[in-house]
């Protein structure tokens, strides 16, 4: 399959703005989102959403949420809350248990926390949405940009595409991250992923 330039697309779709729009960014941690609030505040009026059933244990959970606000009351952005909802993400990937790092289970996971993130984009009148996945070098912005494109048509609401890693993105979130002082975790967030950490 054809690799797209979701970097460029988004500055296309950016370029388009008439006016500030009302974007909702999901976000997976605080130090993803640092590289993409800094990309996208000067075009957009941004809010974030900690929505991230996968991450495990609960007192992870909680550690990387508490970080996030933290970072989020230093620039003023606002933050709309969401409840935690492990359940949801372990029935839907309990038969992807044996999936290898970035297989089936990353695909499910990602499209759990993108349709949420869209409805809530939707439900409360926000223009458009989008994620940090994107940041990490460890994931498939392609994956991630088609999975959230889908969910866009089919709820209505405009996904916008991104690459954030581009451009020494994700150097940049490491940098802003031990600016702010925040704490990064070593592991994507679900115990799969832990336990695979826990190996290498």
Known sequence: MERINYDKMMME??????????????????????????????YFDVTVIYYNPNIEPREEYEKRK???????????IPYLDCDYDNEEFREKTKCLSKEKEGGKRCSVCFGIRLKYTA?????????????????SPHKDSQIINRIGIKIGDILGIKYLPSDFKKNEGYKRSIELASNYDLYRQNYCGCLYSRRKNDEE
């Open 66 to 76: 508490s970080e996030q606000l933290r970072y989020l009351g230093y620039l003023g």
């Open 119 to 135: 409805r809530m984009a939707r439900d409360n009148n926000f223009d458009m949405f989008t994620t940090t996945l994107t940041v």
């Open 13 to 42: 779709e950016i370029s388009k703005i008439d006016g500030r729009k009302k974007l909702l960014l999901h976000s997976c941690c605080g130090p993803c989102s640092t590289t993409c609030i800094e990309r996208l505040k000067d």
